[in-house]
């Protein structure tokens, strides 16, 4: 294994540490409000909601009496666990309003978490994938691996959350792959000209010594 094979699989090493970090905040964050949502029956959170006024424009809840004190919006973009913790807190001293508000804005926050590690297993994908076909010479098993397990993170993702779909990916197909031609420059150092790639070449080819 040469020093540019080690340099890549210790950099995605990293950052996969980092998105499997994140990923399982975010589960942990789901599992804590899935378990808090069992303290009250539905039609109390069906009746808390119903009470609820929202403005569209800011996110702002304001019930019948006064308004929320809780910044959830600020705080689900900083720790989504910290969020369920407080959302839990709601529900435990029969604050429906505030636990309604805070998991309004914890779905929000999750679903943007969940979209941001996609599009990360997705460039990290296609610059392997361009990598690859403006530097034959340095293919190798390992280069094979990083292709194939980032393949699989993506697949892990749409099956832990539904919303992921084809036509997500399809909707950021072209800034991600802009996004993995400049990381693919800077990781060789050098000019690659500009190329597209297609579903079949990111999702479906092989990519194998033994094919090249």
Same mark, same amino acid.
């Given at each position: 294994? +040469?020093? $540019? +094979?080690?340099?890549?699989?210790?950099?995605?090493?990293?950052?996969?540490?980092?998105?499997?970090?994140?990923?399982?905040?975010?589960?942990?964050?789901?599992? #804590?409000?899935?378990?808090?949502?069992?303290?009250?029956?539905?039609?109390?959170?069906?009746?808390?909601?119903?009470?609820?006024? $929202?403005?569209?424009?800011?996110?702002?809840?304001?019930?019948?009496?006064?308004?929320?004190?809780?910044?959830?919006?600020? #705080?689900?973009?900083?720790?989504? $666990?910290?969020?369920?913790?407080?959302?839990?807190?709601?529900?435990?001293?029969?604050?429906?309003?505030?636990?309604?508000?805070?998991?309004?804005?914890?779905?929000?926050?999750?679903?943007?978490?969940?979209?941001?590690?996609?599009?990360?297993?997705?460039?990290?994908?296609?610059?392997?994938?361009?990598?690859?076909?403006?530097?034959?010479?340095?293919?190798?098993?390992?280069?094979?691996?990083?292709?194939?397990?980032?393949?699989?993170?993506?697949?892990?993702?749409?099956?832990?959350? #539904?919303?992921?779909?084809?036509?997500?990916?399809?909707?950021?197909? +072209?800034?991600? #792959?802009?996004?993995?031609?400049?990381?693919?420059?800077?990781?060789?150092?050098?000019?690659?000209?500009?190329?597209?790639?297609?579903?079949?070449?990111?999702?479906?080819?092989? $990519?194998?010594?033994?094919?090249?």
């Amino acid at each position: 294994m +040469d020093t $540019y +094979d080690s340099n890549r699989i210790a950099v995605d090493a990293f950052d996969d540490a980092y998105v499997s970090r994140v990923t399982n905040s975010n589960r942990e964050a789901g599992d #804590l409000v899935r378990q808090s949502m069992l303290l009250w029956p539905k039609s109390r959170l069906g009746e808390a909601r119903d009470e609820s006024s $929202y403005q569209a424009d800011n996110r702002q809840w304001s019930p019948a009496l006064g308004e929320s004190c809780m910044k959830w919006q600020e #705080l689900a973009a900083t720790s989504h $666990y910290q969020t369920a913790v407080v959302v839990k807190q709601a529900l435990q001293r029969g604050d429906m309003h505030e636990a309604i508000l805070g998991l309004e804005e914890l779905i929000d926050a999750l679903s943007r978490a969940d979209q941001r590690a996609l599009e990360h297993h997705l460039i990290r994908l296609m610059q392997h994938i361009i990598e690859w076909k403006v530097q034959p010479e340095r293919r190798s098993r390992s280069w094979v691996a990083t292709i194939h397990n980032a393949r699989e993170a993506i697949r892990e993702l749409q099956e832990d959350t #539904l919303s992921l779909t084809a036509d997500r990916i399809r909707h950021r197909w +072209d800034t991600c #792959l802009r996004k993995a031609h400049r990381e693919a420059e800077g990781e060789i150092d050098r000019d690659i000209p500009q190329m597209g790639l297609s579903w079949e070449e990111v999702f479906e080819a092989p $990519y194998t010594l033994e094919a090249n």
